[in-house]
């Protein structure tokens, strides 16, 4: 009686616990979705005139800019879209909710950025052998204004894109449009001042590599998550050790930790009890580490007492 006590009690607090782990992720979630808004406002406002520039200029790297601005654009209302589904409630079918979709918006952001990048070497190497006429003054004032307009989106969103794939997938936009507008600009000062018009091609490929390499490593964090591998910054092995330290408890097997969404961790875990111990006490005990050391607070832990044997274990056939 006074063991199910304790295990409804742990479990109602525990359940609390959750619920305001949530209510601050959704306070932060809504925070960044706000900057988002602000950042997608002023990046369409600077877009048109980065493509009418790169259009009369006849720069590559300021219409690649552009188009990459556009593509920012595009992004930005991705994950302000997924952001907003992201808040809606669970239901009986989709019992976590639709937090995954930030993650999917993120995937679809650097998978994007790849195809960017790709296009930019593409256009950049027909530029070495079909020379155009660039006009580097004109190139290079309009490349400082989107210099200036990629600097208030990054301080925007910077405090959110450590905690966030999707918000990271957008800072990463806004990171390479930066310094595509620093290229941009070193490009039209050395048209502009030395006739030196294979710099805007060759300083495109610098912009192009930058991106495959940071829309690379977006990718392969959001196919981590989807694949459910352990977070990074996340030791299993100290996790399991730990759970063992915990006084009561004699082994710690079937531990799994992974990713729901940004900065939302599941753990589950089998914890064997050691003789006559009492099993709502060694849960509680279980549960604070996990909140306070590992900073875990949704975890499902499945007690089991002194020399209980699973049924998938017992029902093994022994190996010859």
């Known amino acids: 009686m006074d063991d199910n006590y304790h295990n409804h009690h742990h479990d109602h607090d525990h359940e609390k616990e ?9 306070k932060s979630r809504n925070a960044a979705r706000k900057s988002l808004l602000g950042v997608l406002i002023i990046s369409i406002a600077y877009m048109v005139a980065e493509i009418i520039g790169g259009i009369k200029s006849g720069s590559l790297a300021l219409l ?32 976590y909710g639709y937090y995954r979709a930030e993650i999917l918006a993120a ?19 027909e530029r070495f052998y079909l020379s155009q006429p660039i006009r580097g003054k004109l190139m290079t004032g309009i490349a400082a204004g989107g210099l200036i307009v990629n600097c208030l989106g990054l301080i925007l969103i910077h405090k959110h894109e450590a905690h966030n794939l999707n918000t990271r997938g957008v800072w990463l936009h806004l990171l ?38 940071g829309a690379w490593k977006l990718l392969m964090e959001c196919v981590d998550v989807l694949l459910e591998a ?13 759970i063992e330290g915990v006084s009561g408890v004699e082994e710690a097997h079937d531990l799994h ?18 003789e ?6 060694v849960l ?8 306070q050391k590992f900073r875990i607070e949704h975890s499902t832990v499945q007690i089991e007492p002194y020399g209980y044997v699973a049924f998938d274990e017992c029902c093994k056939i022994p190996k010859l």
């Open 18 to 26: 959750n619920r305001s782990h949530f209510s601050l992720n959704k």
């Open 230 to 242: 352990v977070p990074k910054g996340i030791d299993v092995a100290e996790i399991r050790t730990s």
């Open 107 to 125: 995937l679809i952001n650097g998978a994007t950025l790849i195809a960017v990048s790709i296009w930019i070497c593409y256009e950049a190497w």
């Open 176 to 213: 390479t449009d930066t310094l595509g507008s620093i290229s941009a600009i070193l490009a039209g000062f050395f048209v502009w001042k030395f006739g030196w018009v294979l710099a805007d091609p060759i300083i495109s490929i610098l912009i192009a590599l930058f991106i495959l390499y």
């Open 257 to 274: 930790v992974w990713t729901m969404t940004s900065g939302v961790y599941l753990l589950t875990v089998h914890v064997v009890l050691k």
């Open 276 to 281: 006559a111990e009492d099993s709502g006490g």
């Open 64 to 95: 690649a800019d552009a188009g990459h601005m556009a593509i920012d654009a595009a992004a930005i209302a991705l994950s302000l879209f997924a952001a907003w589904i992201a808040q809606r409630p669970a239901t009986p079918v989709k019992t």
């Open 284 to 291: 509680r005990k279980v549960n604070e580490l996990l909140s």
